[in-house]
């Protein structure tokens, strides 16, 4: 794991981390064992996702951790994840930050279809999910990211 | 149009949105008429992107502009867009910041997911494609975002 | 108006100003002839805010304004606010710095009351509504401000 | 606790939280037994806040921790909060960061309303309090957020 | 007048400074003759201040701008003034620096005094006056900045 | 003392502190024992003034610090304070923040006045004194904070 | 090594630099061995590339590391470099200044001229490679850095 | 040309972008008739390169320009361009980013292949010439970018 | 000019430089004939210093400008030079971007001398004087700046 | 030494000040010893500059460090300072500051006048010297600061 990171994820994570490496194990087959989306399980590992006590049963046992500490780490009364602060912005990595550039360049030409088509409000990042693909194209290998995300009007009071 | 925007397009910008406004099209129809995905066609609008001439001759039958002032304005010779810089970052609008926020929170695990299934490689944000589509699910209205772009690996040398 | 501010806001909004000052009309008296909150009829003023037809309607009466040009300028089809953007942050302004000093200090504990009473999610900016009272304590006036919106707990999935 | 939390709160902090998380107590059982609000009281544990020392005493029982260590650490002639800091800004975390969108969009309608209301002056943050209700409406739970300060008119000289 | 300062200020400012350099006139005198500091006056000027009606028609006589004039731009329902934005952070002017410096260098020790004189609170920068005094020292000229503000407590709740 | 000063300040201050806390005295007290004002006093505390080894005789005695330790470590031909550097800008803790206020709300009006009182010139922020008193006006405490630093008018050459 | 670097380094990262320095080997030596580019080497060093299992052996025989401590270092399914973030930007260092300035002043001929030559695309940097040659002229040393990457057109969708 | 632009560049500058659009000529064959790089033809088109008196003759036959109104801008006593400025960093525009990319993640790779090569200097960006070629290579288009400029060793005194 | 100096300097200096391009003058002409050092006229025609009556006579017969409109425009009541602001810092401009490199690289070792050489205080950048001089050493031109200012101790109080 | 500093230092720094402090030597007199300006050896201690082994063997000696260690940690064939950050920009040390500061206000300045006495190009900062004097001047001390490097034209290609 990249040093910079370390400094900003606490040892439970950095347990989950090191686990998952021994184990060697993808986030797509812990994702199958306990029943997510891959994205999701990534999201829990890096403390961008809160788990509930049924996949931290299943998360001890496939990651032999003992399912008492994670239940106690991810206490549900006490932790609530603080999202976002990873990393800078801009990002350095360059596979971040070409999602970073969609942003900057298809930004307006996105709002403008957004509201084309729903009306005045948002896409919600918190009702919300995102999943990875690999699609085939002419013999190319293509990325395929899917964000969708309730849609929320902004209310007139 | 929004007047900090304005002072970041180009007259002829200026001059597609005013059209577009007068005929009551929306970027869909426009881009059915030009065979276009609508978010590449609001791309081209907000100087994002460059059309050929064959979208250039459409567009100017569709919005009533004379073909001529068109191809000359992008002109294939000298129009290249100087793409991003629309708005700072981060972006202060709701939508667009909410766009935002799934990198800060959802980057690494995005990165973590790219990384597993593809190799040590970006998704492409230039060999790349975006879509909006409205999707209902338990009577809910959902916006989809695709992102595809094609996986480069990176080079050893 | 402040010359920084007018280089922000469309000739539309200029003029939406200009009327208010002449008709001597407080935001407070205008919300009542519309049925809206103050607040949320400043925000149409500033820019913030997508006002319905039948506000239109009201408003260009109420202000003297040939009501086509306004329906006309918030388009239904094109006009969709570009929210932000009116200022820098940090606020400059002692009264809005107030407002950020207080998420400065109390964000944190804003969060974490939220978190206990309602689980691992937000309080919606969107489907929101904000109101100003004046109260009086102990012979003094003091300012109370109510920001309401919908609780919003984040996907799993 | 979040790790870049960590390096910001002084050990004493860190050792409230800790016995508040064995004790499984709420911020509003604790402020109920400190007959203090909940919100004032997350501040204390955030360091935003200074306690009385009959705060200490109550503080002390409930949370097991012996009374002199906490009268010494919030020793009355120098313990003085450094208040703020906790987070850069604009905050990644997204409920933290809706409280800061909601000044960039309604900071001027709100200083419009609050200068009609109330004429040349500001909201105090110092005179100043906040609660946080949950409020059912139309089947939905929603954040209700009230802030109350003292209205300080500027002083002509 | 600098010109960054110019597009800062509003059309009304711009005139009060031309009427007060034809009339040669310092700060000095025009607050004489309202009663009032010279820095609140030039604070005025600068749009950093809000005159009353009896200011207003004191500085019209003075300056010989037309009363009706200055009272509707300074009009009491609707101008109040957006304060700070005329430079950027840190400043670049040497003056003003050694001020911004003072902060950087005294700011901890200022505070350290301010709460060890009056406990857990602020001095005013509302409630607040300013004044400048030309003091001889030694065969020096010494510049004396008194700043003086209601000490406000944190309240507790 | 804030954890994120601590890092900030070296082993001798923190030292310094302590003893101070220990022997629970104030700035005032110390200062009058040292013949010094409170707020240069403050400053050598925080490492932003450079003490003199009379100073360091009395404060060893006043602290019960070995006097050895306090000459060697502000050692006269090497310790020479990195001055600043304490604390973000713009400050986040709003004491410190309202100074910072005065300059960005007050600056231009001061420049103007010093200019007129002094020509073309700054006031020293080396050849500088800085007090605090309180001072009672109207039943209210308010906070009269002195800064007075020598005219330095522009060298011509 | 610069510390600063060495906290953003892996413990990995900084155990290949003392092992290189103690075999006394430069990174062009090391790139004969492994048959790779200088250039490309020292991105491994700095964890800004991702060797292949062939690299690693051949590495670790070279300078004498376990080859299991690397290859398990640089597992193949976790270890994907989190690239950039090493300095801050624009660089303080001159040499790498000196590349930014590039960039700074022949950014957009540099664009032009791609631009002209390939039409409306980019060069990518990650089907990329970089390399440095020492040339003579005129009895100069001169530096020659080489960058090459495929070129990539926009996508039209 | 894009709008944001125009406002840096002075009428001299887009007059001569608008010729060499008028001529349909590109940099290549414009750097040909002058006996100059494109790169560096360009750079004194986006004014960040100064061009001789012989360099204007031919550019005036060329472009159709009065040789006078070119040689007195360019006025050999007084025009020394203002290099850099065109653009924000890190620049939004994808081609120019990829440059910026290859300086954050090749930044300390490349010094330390320079150092190993020539000591402790730098490369020149004044003494210094860069060159686009386009390269075939298993049937792809590549960009080749030479940067070749003098070392310089940093002095000793 | 530079066009984004333009929008920072006032008509007046405009019309200065074009008074001294259209004579034919350099700066040290100009000081010749003022009895000022070069760099002082350079810094008066960029609104960084302040001229006095009898400069602007002279200055007004060698650029034939009315004298009346200089002697107005520096009007000796209100014109005090607001400095700095003209460019961004970090200078984007190689020539001065050196000398930025020059404080970020030799800045310390520079306060060291200082220091030793002094005692605890600084060089003033008020009474000051700069120069800059041709010389030549082993075939090479040198350029030699000298900065000159009054060393000023930190006041003890 | 400032805490701030030491976390971006070397041990091998650290040991020489503190050396230095031992042996109550200063820069002045360590560089007759080695025959070099106080200023570079300076910049050594703080890593600014590269020694050469005879200037180590003296070091060695002078303050009592076995020279081996020194050899060993400047290495000529990886010790390569990486320049700069030692500290933020803008500098809040006031002596740092005015350099700074000089650079702001006469940048422009400088920069016509090194253009009209040299032509299109730069002082190096590489191939550069700098030195600080002691003057006296109508009794009073003045800080001379020589900074002298070649002059570079801007190669034409």
Same mark, same amino acid.
């Given at each position: 794991?990249?040093?910079?990171?370390?400094?900003?994820?606490?040892?439970?994570?950095?347990?989950?981390?090191?686990?998952? !490496?021994? !184990?060697?194990?993808?986030?797509?087959?812990?994702?199958?064992?306990?029943? !997510?989306?891959?994205?999701?399980?990534?999201?829990?590992?890096?403390?961008?996702?809160?788990?509930?006590?049924?996949?931290?049963?299943?998360?001890?046992?496939?990651?032999?951790?003992?399912?008492?500490?994670?239940?106690?780490?991810?206490?549900?009364?006490?932790?609530?994840?603080?999202?976002?602060?990873?990393?800078?912005?801009?990002?350095? +990595?360059?596979?971040?930050?070409?999602?970073?550039?969609?942003?900057?360049?298809?930004?307006?030409?996105?709002?403008?279809?957004?509201?084309?088509?729903?009306?005045?409000?948002?896409?919600?990042?918190? +009702?919300?999910?995102?999943?990875?693909?690999?699609?085939?194209?002419?013999?190319?290998?293509?990325?395929?990211?899917?964000?969708?995300?309730?849609?929320?009007?902004?209310? !007139?009071?």
């Amino acid at each position: 794991m990249n040093p910079s990171l370390k400094g900003k994820l606490s040892p439970l994570s950095i347990k989950l981390f090191e686990a998952k !490496k021994e !184990k060697k194990l993808t986030f797509a087959e812990i994702g199958e064992k306990l029943g !997510k989306d891959e994205v999701w399980v990534a999201a829990v590992f890096y403390e961008q996702a809160k788990p509930e006590e049924s996949d931290l049963v299943k998360l001890g046992v496939l990651l032999d951790i003992q399912e008492n500490y994670l239940i106690n780490s991810f206490d549900v009364h006490t932790y609530f994840p603080n999202r976002g602060g990873l990393f800078d912005l801009p990002p350095a +990595d360059p596979l971040i930050y070409r999602l970073y550039e969609i942003i900057q360049v298809y930004g307006y030409p996105l709002k403008a279809i957004i509201n084309e088509k729903f009306g005045d409000g948002i896409m919600s990042a918190i +009702d919300f999910t995102a999943n990875v693909e690999k699609v085939e194209k002419d013999d190319q290998e293509r990325v395929k990211i899917t964000l969708e995300g309730k849609y929320l009007p902004f209310k !007139k009071w």
